[in-house]
Protein backbone atom coordinates (compact mmCIF):
# COMPACT_ATOMS: atom_id res chain seq x y z
CA UNK A 1 0.00 0.00 0.00
CA UNK A 2 0.97 3.28 -1.09
CA UNK A 3 2.11 6.27 1.47
CA UNK A 4 -1.08 8.51 0.78
CA UNK A 5 -3.24 5.41 1.31
CA UNK A 6 -2.04 4.74 4.69
CA UNK A 7 -2.83 8.45 5.49
CA UNK A 8 -6.20 8.20 3.73
CA UNK A 9 -6.69 4.96 5.55
CA UNK A 10 -5.84 6.85 9.27
CA UNK A 11 -8.48 9.62 8.07
CA UNK A 12 -10.83 7.49 7.12
CA UNK A 13 -10.91 5.21 10.35
CA UNK A 14 -10.97 8.42 12.02
CA UNK A 15 -14.00 10.50 10.71
CA UNK A 16 -15.85 7.04 10.65
CA UNK A 17 -15.14 6.73 14.14
CA UNK A 18 -16.04 10.15 15.21
CA UNK A 19 -19.61 9.58 12.77
CA UNK A 20 -19.96 6.33 14.83
CA UNK A 21 -19.83 4.67 11.93
CA UNK A 22 -18.71 0.43 11.47
CA UNK A 23 -16.07 -0.74 8.46
CA UNK A 24 -15.09 -3.93 7.92
CA UNK A 25 -11.31 -3.98 6.89
CA UNK A 26 -11.95 -5.70 3.42
CA UNK A 27 -14.49 -2.66 2.40
CA UNK A 28 -11.79 -0.31 3.75
CA UNK A 29 -9.42 -1.53 1.33
CA UNK A 30 -11.83 -1.27 -1.31
CA UNK A 31 -13.03 2.12 -0.47
CA UNK A 32 -9.01 2.99 -1.02
CA UNK A 33 -8.73 2.08 -4.04
CA UNK A 34 -11.60 4.50 -5.56
CA UNK A 35 -10.74 7.91 -6.67
CA UNK A 36 -11.27 10.23 -3.93
CA UNK A 37 -11.92 7.83 -0.77
CA UNK A 38 -12.16 10.36 1.50
CA UNK A 39 -14.89 12.51 -0.37
CA UNK A 40 -17.12 8.93 -0.88
CA UNK A 41 -16.73 8.37 2.85
CA UNK A 42 -18.20 12.07 3.67
CA UNK A 43 -20.80 10.99 1.61
CA UNK A 44 -21.54 7.88 3.53
CA UNK A 45 -21.54 9.83 6.73
CA UNK A 46 -24.11 12.14 5.64
CA UNK A 47 -26.30 9.22 3.93
CA UNK A 48 -25.94 6.79 6.77
CA UNK A 49 -26.62 9.62 9.42
CA UNK A 50 -30.37 8.43 10.07
CA UNK A 51 -29.73 4.58 9.66
CA UNK A 52 -30.21 3.63 13.45
CA UNK A 53 -27.92 0.62 13.20
CA UNK A 54 -24.81 2.59 12.15
CA UNK A 55 -24.82 4.13 15.78
CA UNK A 56 -22.81 1.95 17.91
CA UNK A 57 -19.81 2.70 20.47
CA UNK A 58 -17.00 2.30 18.13
CA UNK A 59 -14.07 1.49 18.77
CA UNK A 60 -11.21 0.41 15.78
CA UNK A 61 -11.21 -3.09 17.64
CA UNK A 62 -15.15 -3.23 17.26
CA UNK A 63 -14.94 -1.92 13.22
CA UNK A 64 -13.98 -5.00 12.71
CA UNK A 65 -16.69 -7.37 14.31
CA UNK A 66 -19.39 -5.20 12.74
CA UNK A 67 -20.92 -6.71 9.60
CA UNK A 68 -20.93 -3.83 6.62
CA UNK A 69 -24.03 -4.43 4.92
CA UNK A 70 -25.43 -0.90 5.01
CA UNK A 71 -22.10 0.65 4.59
CA UNK A 72 -22.60 -1.74 1.86
CA UNK A 73 -25.40 -0.44 1.01
CA UNK A 74 -24.78 2.98 0.77
CA UNK A 75 -21.75 2.58 -1.24
CA UNK A 76 -23.06 0.72 -3.87
CA UNK A 77 -25.60 3.76 -4.07
CA UNK A 78 -22.47 5.98 -4.50
CA UNK A 79 -20.93 3.58 -6.93
CA UNK A 80 -24.00 3.52 -9.09
CA UNK A 81 -23.83 6.94 -10.00
CA UNK A 82 -19.52 6.38 -10.24
CA UNK A 83 -20.02 3.38 -12.29
CA UNK A 84 -18.89 4.83 -16.04
CA UNK A 85 -16.18 6.71 -14.10
CA UNK A 86 -14.91 3.77 -12.41
CA UNK A 87 -14.84 0.95 -15.31
CA UNK A 88 -13.10 3.55 -18.10
CA UNK A 89 -10.09 4.32 -14.76
CA UNK A 90 -10.25 0.56 -13.86
CA UNK A 91 -7.59 -0.51 -16.16
CA UNK A 92 -5.27 2.65 -14.47
CA UNK A 93 -5.68 1.00 -11.05
CA UNK A 94 -3.37 -1.43 -10.00
CA UNK A 95 -5.40 -2.77 -6.91
CA UNK A 96 -7.24 -5.60 -6.38
CA UNK A 97 -10.53 -4.88 -7.59
CA UNK A 98 -10.85 -5.79 -11.24
CA UNK A 99 -13.47 -4.87 -13.82
CA UNK A 100 -15.64 -7.95 -12.84
CA UNK A 101 -15.82 -7.36 -9.30
CA UNK A 102 -16.95 -3.31 -10.05
CA UNK A 103 -20.19 -5.25 -12.10
CA UNK A 104 -21.11 -7.80 -10.21
CA UNK A 105 -21.39 -4.76 -7.64
CA UNK A 106 -24.04 -2.66 -9.67
CA UNK A 107 -25.45 -5.94 -10.45
CA UNK A 108 -26.48 -6.27 -7.08
CA UNK A 109 -27.29 -2.64 -7.02
CA UNK A 110 -29.52 -3.14 -9.91
CA UNK A 111 -31.17 -5.62 -8.17
CA UNK A 112 -31.97 -4.81 -5.06
CA UNK A 113 -33.17 -1.59 -6.54
CA UNK A 114 -35.72 -3.53 -8.90
CA UNK A 115 -36.60 -5.61 -6.20
CA UNK A 116 -37.15 -2.45 -3.87
CA UNK A 117 -39.60 -1.36 -6.84
CA UNK A 118 -41.16 -4.25 -6.71
CA UNK A 119 -41.89 -4.29 -3.22
CA UNK A 120 -43.03 -0.67 -3.18
CA UNK A 121 -40.75 -0.09 -0.30
CA UNK A 122 -40.44 3.59 -0.38
CA UNK A 123 -36.74 4.17 0.10
CA UNK A 124 -34.65 7.56 0.65
CA UNK A 125 -33.39 9.79 -2.09
CA UNK A 126 -30.55 10.48 -2.10
CA UNK A 127 -29.43 12.24 -5.07
CA UNK A 128 -30.08 16.05 -5.15
CA UNK A 129 -31.47 15.70 -8.45
CA UNK A 130 -34.88 13.72 -7.00
CA UNK A 131 -35.10 16.75 -4.04
CA UNK A 132 -38.36 19.53 -4.46
CA UNK A 133 -35.68 22.07 -2.47
CA UNK A 134 -34.50 24.68 -4.39
CA UNK A 135 -31.63 26.46 -3.75
CA UNK A 136 -31.16 29.81 -5.05
CA UNK A 137 -28.22 31.90 -5.88
CA UNK A 138 -28.54 35.54 -7.21
CA UNK A 139 -32.06 34.84 -8.55
CA UNK A 140 -35.67 35.97 -7.77
CA UNK A 141 -37.43 32.61 -8.57
CA UNK A 142 -40.99 31.62 -7.78
CA UNK A 143 -41.60 28.38 -6.08
CA UNK A 144 -45.09 28.11 -8.33
CA UNK A 145 -42.32 27.01 -10.83
CA UNK A 146 -41.33 24.08 -8.70
CA UNK A 147 -41.24 21.07 -11.10
CA UNK A 148 -44.00 18.50 -9.89
CA UNK A 149 -42.32 15.58 -11.13
CA UNK A 150 -39.72 16.05 -8.95
CA UNK A 151 -41.73 16.13 -6.10
CA UNK A 152 -42.94 12.62 -5.59
CA UNK A 153 -39.83 11.91 -4.02
CA UNK A 154 -40.83 13.89 -1.02
CA UNK A 155 -42.65 11.35 -0.12
CA UNK A 156 -40.58 8.72 2.16
CA UNK A 157 -41.74 7.50 5.47
CA UNK A 158 -39.79 4.93 6.54
CA UNK A 159 -39.86 4.51 10.13
CA UNK A 160 -36.37 2.79 10.42
CA UNK A 161 -34.80 5.81 9.35
CA UNK A 162 -34.00 8.08 13.04
CA UNK A 163 -34.32 11.80 12.60
CA UNK A 164 -31.52 13.27 14.46
CA UNK A 165 -31.99 17.07 14.25
CA UNK A 166 -28.12 18.86 14.03
CA UNK A 167 -29.54 21.94 15.28
CA UNK A 168 -30.28 20.11 18.52
CA UNK A 169 -26.78 19.79 19.62
CA UNK A 170 -26.38 23.72 19.56
CA UNK A 171 -27.62 26.53 22.13
CA UNK A 172 -29.53 29.44 20.49
CA UNK A 173 -27.60 32.36 20.15
CA UNK A 174 -30.28 35.19 19.73
CA UNK A 175 -30.07 39.03 20.74
CA UNK A 176 -32.64 41.63 19.53
CA UNK A 177 -30.60 44.62 18.42
CA UNK A 178 -33.57 45.96 17.79
CA UNK A 179 -36.91 46.12 18.93
CA UNK A 180 -39.31 49.61 19.40
CA UNK A 181 -41.66 47.93 21.90
CA UNK A 182 -41.64 50.11 25.21
CA UNK A 183 -39.73 52.81 23.16
CA UNK A 184 -43.03 54.54 21.32
CA UNK A 185 -44.59 56.80 23.07
CA UNK A 186 -46.38 60.16 21.18
CA UNK A 187 -47.44 63.35 22.04
CA UNK A 188 -50.39 63.18 19.71
CA UNK A 189 -49.67 67.12 18.42
CA UNK A 190 -49.27 67.99 15.12
CA UNK A 191 -45.35 68.93 16.02
CA UNK A 192 -44.57 65.20 16.46
CA UNK A 193 -45.29 64.94 12.61
CA UNK A 194 -42.23 67.73 12.04
CA UNK A 195 -39.95 65.78 14.62
CA UNK A 196 -40.79 62.39 12.53
CA UNK A 197 -40.13 64.40 9.49
CA UNK A 198 -36.67 66.11 10.98
CA UNK A 199 -35.54 62.77 12.44
CA UNK A 200 -35.91 60.69 9.16
CA UNK A 201 -34.05 63.31 6.91
CA UNK A 202 -31.09 63.72 9.17
CA UNK A 203 -31.01 59.58 9.39
CA UNK A 204 -31.37 59.22 6.02
CA UNK A 205 -28.81 62.22 5.13
CA UNK A 206 -26.45 61.02 7.26
CA UNK A 207 -26.41 57.52 5.55
CA UNK A 208 -26.34 59.40 2.44
CA UNK A 209 -22.85 61.33 3.04
CA UNK A 210 -21.74 57.83 2.95
CA UNK A 211 -21.46 57.63 -0.56
CA UNK A 212 -18.36 59.28 -1.55
CA UNK A 213 -19.48 61.17 -4.02
CA UNK A 214 -21.82 62.84 -1.87
CA UNK A 215 -19.59 63.53 0.55
CA UNK A 216 -18.91 67.33 -0.55
CA UNK A 217 -22.91 68.04 -0.90
CA UNK A 218 -24.26 71.47 -0.51
CA UNK A 219 -26.75 72.83 1.51
CA UNK A 220 -30.08 74.58 -0.85
CA UNK A 221 -29.69 78.01 0.76
CA UNK A 222 -26.13 78.34 -0.40
CA UNK A 223 -27.24 77.07 -3.98
CA UNK A 224 -30.07 79.76 -3.83
CA UNK A 225 -27.55 82.36 -3.51
CA UNK A 226 -25.65 81.50 -6.23
CA UNK A 227 -25.75 84.23 -9.36
CA UNK A 228 -23.92 82.57 -12.32
CA UNK A 229 -24.15 79.00 -13.50
CA UNK A 230 -22.24 76.57 -11.82
CA UNK A 231 -21.86 72.80 -11.14
CA UNK A 232 -23.29 71.63 -7.73
CA UNK A 233 -24.98 68.50 -5.91
CA UNK A 234 -27.05 68.25 -2.99
CA UNK A 235 -29.11 65.74 -0.74
CA UNK A 236 -32.58 66.27 -0.39
CA UNK A 237 -36.00 65.37 0.35
CA UNK A 238 -38.44 65.38 -2.26
CA UNK A 239 -40.67 67.45 -2.15
CA UNK A 240 -42.88 66.92 -5.02
CA UNK A 241 -42.23 64.85 -8.07
CA UNK A 242 -43.74 65.52 -11.91
CA UNK A 243 -43.79 64.69 -15.57
CA UNK A 244 -43.94 67.58 -17.55
CA UNK A 245 -45.41 67.45 -20.45
CA UNK A 246 -42.81 66.99 -22.43
CA UNK A 247 -41.94 63.72 -20.22
CA UNK A 248 -39.43 65.77 -18.34
CA UNK A 249 -39.33 65.16 -14.11
CA UNK A 250 -39.00 67.98 -11.91
CA UNK A 251 -38.38 67.59 -8.44
CA UNK A 252 -38.73 69.62 -5.71
CA UNK A 253 -36.31 68.92 -3.54
CA UNK A 254 -35.58 70.30 0.34
CA UNK A 255 -33.37 70.64 3.05
CA UNK A 256 -33.46 72.25 6.38
CA UNK A 257 -32.21 75.76 4.72
CA UNK A 258 -34.94 75.34 1.78
CA UNK A 259 -36.50 74.47 -1.49
CA UNK A 260 -34.70 74.03 -5.12
CA UNK A 261 -36.53 72.51 -8.29
CA UNK A 262 -34.26 70.14 -10.03
CA UNK A 263 -34.98 69.19 -13.78
CA UNK A 264 -34.35 65.61 -15.04
CA UNK A 265 -34.48 65.69 -18.59
CA UNK A 266 -35.92 62.84 -20.27
CA UNK A 267 -33.25 63.14 -23.18
CA UNK A 268 -30.50 62.79 -20.55
CA UNK A 269 -27.18 61.39 -21.54
CA UNK A 270 -27.27 59.08 -18.41
CA UNK A 271 -30.64 57.22 -19.04
CA UNK A 272 -30.26 55.63 -15.68
CA UNK A 273 -31.22 58.86 -14.30
CA UNK A 274 -34.73 58.45 -15.59
CA UNK A 275 -35.17 54.78 -14.94
CA UNK A 276 -34.15 56.69 -10.72
CA UNK A 277 -36.13 59.29 -11.43
CA UNK A 278 -39.18 56.87 -12.48
CA UNK A 279 -39.22 55.09 -9.31
CA UNK A 280 -38.75 58.22 -6.83
CA UNK A 281 -41.63 58.65 -4.87
CA UNK A 282 -42.23 61.51 -2.55
CA UNK A 283 -40.27 61.98 0.95
CA UNK A 284 -37.43 59.94 0.02
CA UNK A 285 -33.85 61.17 -0.14
CA UNK A 286 -31.57 61.75 -2.98
CA UNK A 287 -28.71 62.97 -4.16
CA UNK A 288 -28.41 65.31 -7.26
CA UNK A 289 -25.13 66.47 -9.14
CA UNK A 290 -25.74 69.18 -11.77
CA UNK A 291 -25.68 72.93 -13.17
CA UNK A 292 -27.23 75.46 -10.96
CA UNK A 293 -29.28 78.01 -13.39
CA UNK A 294 -29.95 81.07 -11.14
CA UNK A 295 -33.28 82.42 -12.24
CA UNK A 296 -33.83 85.64 -13.97
CA UNK A 297 -34.95 88.74 -12.59
CA UNK A 298 -36.74 87.29 -9.16
CA UNK A 299 -37.48 83.80 -10.47
CA UNK A 300 -36.30 80.86 -9.21
CA UNK A 301 -32.98 79.05 -10.03
CA UNK A 302 -33.35 75.88 -11.21
CA UNK A 303 -30.90 72.48 -11.12
CA UNK A 304 -29.99 70.66 -14.22
CA UNK A 305 -29.49 67.39 -13.27
CA UNK A 306 -26.80 65.05 -14.93
CA UNK A 307 -26.65 62.67 -12.05
CA UNK A 308 -29.07 61.48 -9.16
CA UNK A 309 -28.74 58.53 -6.40
CA UNK A 310 -30.28 56.62 -3.93
CA UNK A 311 -28.43 55.92 -1.33
CA UNK A 312 -28.80 52.25 -1.42
CA UNK A 313 -26.50 49.20 -0.29
CA UNK A 314 -23.20 49.15 -1.54
CA UNK A 315 -22.71 46.66 -3.98
CA UNK A 316 -19.81 45.00 -1.98
CA UNK A 317 -21.82 44.51 0.99
CA UNK A 318 -20.43 41.94 2.86
CA UNK A 319 -23.26 39.89 5.13
CA UNK A 320 -22.32 38.11 8.38
CA UNK A 321 -22.96 34.58 8.30
CA UNK A 322 -22.86 31.70 11.29
CA UNK A 323 -20.17 28.80 11.87
CA UNK A 324 -22.51 26.50 12.74
CA UNK A 325 -24.61 24.52 10.29
CA UNK A 326 -28.01 26.41 11.62
CA UNK A 327 -30.81 28.13 9.61
CA UNK A 328 -33.79 30.14 10.05
CA UNK A 329 -37.40 29.51 9.24
CA UNK A 330 -39.08 32.39 8.27
CA UNK A 331 -43.26 32.33 8.19
CA UNK A 332 -45.98 34.49 8.59
CA UNK A 333 -49.36 35.46 8.17
CA UNK A 334 -50.78 31.91 9.40
CA UNK A 335 -54.16 33.86 10.34
CA UNK A 336 -54.88 31.63 12.96
CA UNK A 337 -58.93 32.07 13.60
CA UNK A 338 -59.34 32.40 10.17
CA UNK A 339 -62.03 29.96 8.63
CA UNK A 340 -59.00 30.50 6.38
CA UNK A 341 -56.51 29.32 7.90
CA UNK A 342 -54.27 26.46 6.26
CA UNK A 343 -54.32 24.08 8.98
CA UNK A 344 -53.15 21.07 6.78
CA UNK A 345 -50.24 22.98 5.31
CA UNK A 346 -49.28 23.60 8.89
CA UNK A 347 -49.52 20.28 9.97
CA UNK A 348 -47.01 19.54 6.97
CA UNK A 349 -44.82 22.51 8.53
CA UNK A 350 -44.38 20.51 11.65
CA UNK A 351 -44.16 17.07 9.89
CA UNK A 352 -41.32 18.71 8.19
CA UNK A 353 -39.79 20.28 11.16
CA UNK A 354 -40.27 16.72 12.81
CA UNK A 355 -38.03 14.98 9.96
CA UNK A 356 -41.12 13.03 9.84
CA UNK A 357 -41.78 14.10 5.77
CA UNK A 358 -39.46 14.98 3.04
CA UNK A 359 -36.48 13.48 1.52
CA UNK A 360 -32.60 12.77 2.69
CA UNK A 361 -31.70 16.28 1.78
CA UNK A 362 -35.10 18.05 3.27
CA UNK A 363 -35.05 16.07 6.37
CA UNK A 364 -31.26 17.45 6.34
CA UNK A 365 -32.57 20.87 6.18
CA UNK A 366 -34.89 20.58 8.32
CA UNK A 367 -32.47 18.95 11.14
CA UNK A 368 -30.39 22.43 10.44
CA UNK A 369 -33.31 25.04 11.80
CA UNK A 370 -32.67 26.13 14.80
CA UNK A 371 -34.80 29.57 14.26
CA UNK A 372 -38.55 30.15 13.36
CA UNK A 373 -39.32 34.10 12.49
CA UNK A 374 -42.77 34.65 12.98
CA UNK A 375 -43.40 38.16 10.78
CA UNK A 376 -46.80 39.16 12.18
CA UNK A 377 -50.45 38.69 11.35
CA UNK A 378 -50.38 35.09 13.17
CA UNK A 379 -54.02 35.24 14.30
CA UNK A 380 -56.46 36.87 12.56
CA UNK A 381 -57.48 39.08 15.14
CA UNK A 382 -60.81 40.82 15.39
CA UNK A 383 -62.53 43.64 13.67
CA UNK A 384 -59.24 44.27 11.34
CA UNK A 385 -61.06 44.31 7.93
CA UNK A 386 -65.30 44.95 6.97
CA UNK A 387 -66.59 42.45 7.72
CA UNK A 388 -64.49 39.97 8.72
CA UNK A 389 -66.07 38.37 10.79
CA UNK A 390 -67.94 36.38 8.56
CA UNK A 391 -64.29 34.98 7.72
CA UNK A 392 -63.62 33.78 11.27
CA UNK A 393 -63.72 30.38 12.42
CA UNK A 394 -62.87 31.48 15.95
CA UNK A 395 -64.07 34.84 16.58
CA UNK A 396 -62.39 35.23 20.69
CA UNK A 397 -59.50 36.62 20.38
CA UNK A 398 -58.28 34.82 23.26
CA UNK A 399 -59.02 32.08 22.07
CA UNK A 400 -57.15 32.70 18.87
CA UNK A 401 -54.37 32.89 21.06
CA UNK A 402 -55.22 29.44 22.71
CA UNK A 403 -55.40 27.81 18.89
CA UNK A 404 -51.84 29.51 18.26
CA UNK A 405 -50.23 28.31 21.33
CA UNK A 406 -51.71 25.09 20.29
CA UNK A 407 -50.21 24.71 17.06
CA UNK A 408 -46.90 26.40 18.64
CA UNK A 409 -46.28 23.68 21.24
CA UNK A 410 -45.90 21.10 18.19
CA UNK A 411 -42.69 23.09 17.00
CA UNK A 412 -39.55 20.71 18.64
CA UNK A 413 -38.43 22.24 21.46
CA UNK A 414 -34.89 23.01 20.09
CA UNK A 415 -36.04 25.17 18.16
CA UNK A 416 -36.50 28.75 18.90
CA UNK A 417 -39.43 30.88 18.25
CA UNK A 418 -39.73 34.67 17.74
CA UNK A 419 -43.23 36.53 17.02
CA UNK A 420 -43.26 39.82 15.97
CA UNK A 421 -46.68 42.06 15.47
CA UNK A 422 -48.48 42.42 12.18
CA UNK A 423 -51.70 44.33 11.07
CA UNK A 424 -53.72 41.60 12.76
CA UNK A 425 -52.29 41.76 15.67
CA UNK A 426 -54.49 43.03 18.41
CA UNK A 427 -51.73 45.94 18.98
CA UNK A 428 -51.71 49.30 17.50
CA UNK A 429 -51.69 49.58 13.40
CA UNK A 430 -49.49 52.36 13.08
CA UNK A 431 -45.91 51.37 12.95
CA UNK A 432 -43.94 51.02 14.50
CA UNK A 433 -46.22 48.16 15.84
CA UNK A 434 -45.12 47.16 19.84
CA UNK A 435 -44.76 43.54 20.76
CA UNK A 436 -47.84 41.81 21.54
CA UNK A 437 -49.55 42.68 25.00
CA UNK A 438 -48.51 39.86 27.42
CA UNK A 439 -52.91 39.57 28.27
CA UNK A 440 -53.13 37.69 24.79
CA UNK A 441 -49.04 36.44 24.41
CA UNK A 442 -49.06 34.61 28.10
CA UNK A 443 -49.29 31.40 26.77
CA UNK A 444 -47.18 31.99 24.26
CA UNK A 445 -44.15 33.40 26.45
CA UNK A 446 -44.57 30.30 28.72
CA UNK A 447 -43.98 27.92 25.90
CA UNK A 448 -40.71 29.66 25.08
CA UNK A 449 -42.01 31.94 22.21
CA UNK A 450 -40.16 35.58 22.10
CA UNK A 451 -42.83 38.45 21.26
CA UNK A 452 -40.98 41.54 19.63
CA UNK A 453 -42.21 45.27 17.69
CA UNK A 454 -42.16 45.73 14.43
CA UNK A 455 -39.72 46.19 12.60
CA UNK A 456 -37.48 44.85 14.90
CA UNK A 457 -34.01 43.14 13.92
CA UNK A 458 -33.08 40.16 15.24
CA UNK A 459 -29.36 38.62 15.68
CA UNK A 460 -29.45 34.82 15.57
CA UNK A 461 -26.15 33.35 15.26
CA UNK A 462 -24.27 36.17 14.04
CA UNK A 463 -26.91 36.84 11.27
CA UNK A 464 -29.11 39.92 11.42
CA UNK A 465 -32.46 39.95 10.19
CA UNK A 466 -34.62 42.75 9.85
CA UNK A 467 -38.22 41.58 10.42
CA UNK A 468 -40.98 43.93 8.86
CA UNK A 469 -44.39 42.61 8.37
CA UNK A 470 -44.43 44.50 4.73
CA UNK A 471 -47.36 47.20 5.03
CA UNK A 472 -46.12 49.75 2.55
CA UNK A 473 -45.13 46.89 -0.32
CA UNK A 474 -48.63 47.65 -1.40
CA UNK A 475 -48.76 51.34 -1.72
CA UNK A 476 -45.23 51.05 -3.38
CA UNK A 477 -46.36 48.83 -5.52
CA UNK A 478 -49.20 51.05 -6.46
CA UNK A 479 -47.35 53.77 -7.15
CA UNK A 480 -44.11 52.55 -8.84
CA UNK A 481 -44.28 51.44 -12.63
CA UNK A 482 -42.87 48.07 -12.98
CA UNK A 483 -43.69 46.83 -9.23
CA UNK A 484 -46.63 44.70 -8.42
CA UNK A 485 -48.10 42.54 -5.75
CA UNK A 486 -46.73 39.08 -7.05
CA UNK A 487 -43.17 39.84 -7.31
CA UNK A 488 -42.57 41.31 -3.92
CA UNK A 489 -38.88 40.76 -3.99
CA UNK A 490 -38.76 43.85 -6.32
CA UNK A 491 -40.15 46.21 -4.51
CA UNK A 492 -38.40 44.67 -1.17
CA UNK A 493 -35.20 45.96 -3.06
CA UNK A 494 -37.12 49.30 -4.30
CA UNK A 495 -37.11 49.68 -0.14
CA UNK A 496 -33.38 48.79 0.39
CA UNK A 497 -32.26 50.76 -2.47
CA UNK A 498 -34.38 53.87 -0.67
CA UNK A 499 -33.40 52.96 3.11
CA UNK A 500 -36.68 52.46 4.33
CA UNK A 501 -39.54 50.75 5.16
CA UNK A 502 -42.28 52.93 4.55
CA UNK A 503 -41.05 55.73 2.38
CA UNK A 504 -44.46 57.73 1.64
CA UNK A 505 -46.60 59.35 3.91
CA UNK A 506 -50.48 58.89 3.22
CA UNK A 507 -51.28 55.49 1.69
CA UNK A 508 -51.94 52.78 3.17
CA UNK A 509 -49.72 52.06 5.91
CA UNK A 510 -50.13 54.44 9.28
CA UNK A 511 -47.07 55.82 10.77
CA UNK A 512 -47.05 56.94 14.13
CA UNK A 513 -46.32 60.93 14.99
CA UNK A 514 -43.07 60.25 17.27
CA UNK A 515 -39.46 61.87 17.30
CA UNK A 516 -37.60 58.98 16.49
CA UNK A 517 -37.92 57.62 12.73
CA UNK A 518 -37.96 53.44 13.62
CA UNK A 519 -38.62 52.96 9.76
CA UNK A 520 -34.89 54.23 8.50
CA UNK A 521 -32.97 51.52 7.49
CA UNK A 522 -29.77 52.62 9.20
CA UNK A 523 -28.10 49.00 9.66
CA UNK A 524 -27.73 46.76 6.39
CA UNK A 525 -28.97 43.58 7.47
CA UNK A 526 -27.90 39.95 6.33
CA UNK A 527 -31.66 38.74 5.84
CA UNK A 528 -34.55 41.06 5.20
CA UNK A 529 -37.98 39.19 5.79
CA UNK A 530 -41.38 40.73 4.93
CA UNK A 531 -44.50 39.09 4.79
CA UNK A 532 -47.74 40.96 4.40
CA UNK A 533 -48.58 40.34 0.89
CA UNK A 534 -49.61 36.95 1.09
CA UNK A 535 -47.24 35.81 -1.62
CA UNK A 536 -44.01 34.81 -1.32
CA UNK A 537 -40.93 35.71 -2.79
CA UNK A 538 -36.84 34.71 -2.31
CA UNK A 539 -34.02 36.55 -3.88
CA UNK A 540 -30.92 38.57 -3.12
CA UNK A 541 -29.66 41.61 -3.06
CA UNK A 542 -26.24 42.95 -3.21
CA UNK A 543 -25.77 40.07 -0.93
CA UNK A 544 -28.78 40.65 1.39
CA UNK A 545 -31.50 37.49 1.22
CA UNK A 546 -34.46 38.65 1.13
CA UNK A 547 -37.90 36.67 1.65
CA UNK A 548 -41.56 37.26 1.70
CA UNK A 549 -42.72 34.52 3.42
CA UNK A 550 -45.86 34.22 1.67
CA UNK A 551 -48.87 32.88 4.25
CA UNK A 552 -50.86 29.93 5.68
CA UNK A 553 -53.80 31.08 4.62
CA UNK A 554 -56.17 30.63 1.25
CA UNK A 555 -57.99 33.42 -0.20
CA UNK A 556 -60.89 35.38 1.81
CA UNK A 557 -63.22 37.00 -0.02
CA UNK A 558 -61.82 40.14 0.77
CA UNK A 559 -58.38 38.96 -0.50
CA UNK A 560 -60.31 38.23 -3.50
CA UNK A 561 -62.23 41.73 -4.29
CA UNK A 562 -58.64 43.09 -3.81
CA UNK A 563 -57.25 40.94 -6.86
CA UNK A 564 -55.04 39.08 -4.64
CA UNK A 565 -53.98 35.71 -5.22
CA UNK A 566 -52.04 34.33 -2.31
CA UNK A 567 -49.51 31.12 -2.57
CA UNK A 568 -50.15 29.29 0.73
CA UNK A 569 -47.82 26.86 2.12
CA UNK A 570 -44.42 27.85 0.37
CA UNK A 571 -42.04 27.92 3.02
CA UNK A 572 -38.76 29.83 2.75
CA UNK A 573 -35.56 28.51 4.81
CA UNK A 574 -32.20 30.71 5.05
CA UNK A 575 -28.97 28.49 5.81
CA UNK A 576 -27.51 30.88 8.50
CA UNK A 577 -23.72 29.69 7.34
CA UNK A 578 -24.28 30.64 3.95
CA UNK A 579 -27.06 32.85 3.56
CA UNK A 580 -28.24 30.73 0.77
CA UNK A 581 -32.34 30.05 0.63
CA UNK A 582 -34.59 27.21 -0.01
CA UNK A 583 -37.86 26.72 -0.97
CA UNK A 584 -40.06 24.01 0.62
CA UNK A 585 -44.02 23.44 -1.26
CA UNK A 586 -45.81 22.31 1.36
CA UNK A 587 -48.96 21.54 -1.17
CA UNK A 588 -47.22 18.68 -2.85
CA UNK A 589 -47.68 15.80 -1.57
CA UNK A 590 -48.19 14.59 2.07
O1 LIG B 1 -53.42 41.32 4.08
C1 LIG B 1 -53.97 40.36 3.23
C2 LIG B 1 -53.80 40.74 1.79
O2 LIG B 1 -54.66 41.84 1.48
C3 LIG B 1 -52.43 41.20 1.46
O3 LIG B 1 -52.15 40.82 0.14
C4 LIG B 1 -52.51 42.67 1.58
C5 LIG B 1 -53.89 42.97 1.13
N1 LIG B 1 -54.51 44.10 1.80
C6 LIG B 1 -54.74 44.22 3.11
N2 LIG B 1 -55.36 45.36 3.38
C7 LIG B 1 -55.55 45.99 2.19
C8 LIG B 1 -56.15 47.21 1.79
N3 LIG B 1 -56.69 48.05 2.68
N4 LIG B 1 -56.13 47.50 0.47
C9 LIG B 1 -55.58 46.67 -0.42
N5 LIG B 1 -55.01 45.51 -0.10
C10 LIG B 1 -54.99 45.18 1.18
P1 LIG B 1 -53.66 41.19 5.64
O4 LIG B 1 -52.77 42.15 6.31
O5 LIG B 1 -53.35 39.80 5.99
O6 LIG B 1 -55.11 41.49 5.86
FE1 LIG C 1 -51.63 38.85 6.56
ZN1 LIG D 1 -50.85 41.78 7.04
Not at 77 to 98: A, P
Not at 361 to 367: H, V
Amino acid sequence: MKIDNIENKRNILRMLINSGINITPPLLDFILLLDNPIEIINQIIKETSFIPSFKSHLTENFLKKIPNKEIKKSLERILIKKEVHIIEDNSNKKGVLNQNQICNLIDVKKKTLEQERKTQVKNLEFTVKSSILEEHDNNNIKANSINKDRVKSIESTNSFFIFKPIAKEYSAQIKILKDPTGKIYTNGKYEDFYDLTLDKFSRLKKLMRKRTEAHSADNINNILRLSSKVAVSVIGMVNEIRKTKNNNFILTLEDLTGLVNVIIRKDSDNQENIKITERTLNDQVVYIEGTYNPGEKGKKGIIYCNYISKIDIPRDHKPNKSHDPLSVALISDTHIGSKEFEEKLWNRFIAFLKGKIGNKNQRDKAGTIKYIIINGDLVDGIGVYPKQKSDLAISDIYEQFKKAKEILSEVPDHIKILYSSGNHEPVRNALPRPAVPKKYSEELINIGVTCIGNPSIVQTHNVNTLVYHGDSILDLNQLIPGLDNNKPIDTMKELLKCRHLAPIYGGKTQIAPINKDWLVIDKVPDIFHTGHVHINGIGYYNNIALVNSGCFQSQTEFMNSLGIHPTPGILSIIDLKTLKGTQLDLKISI
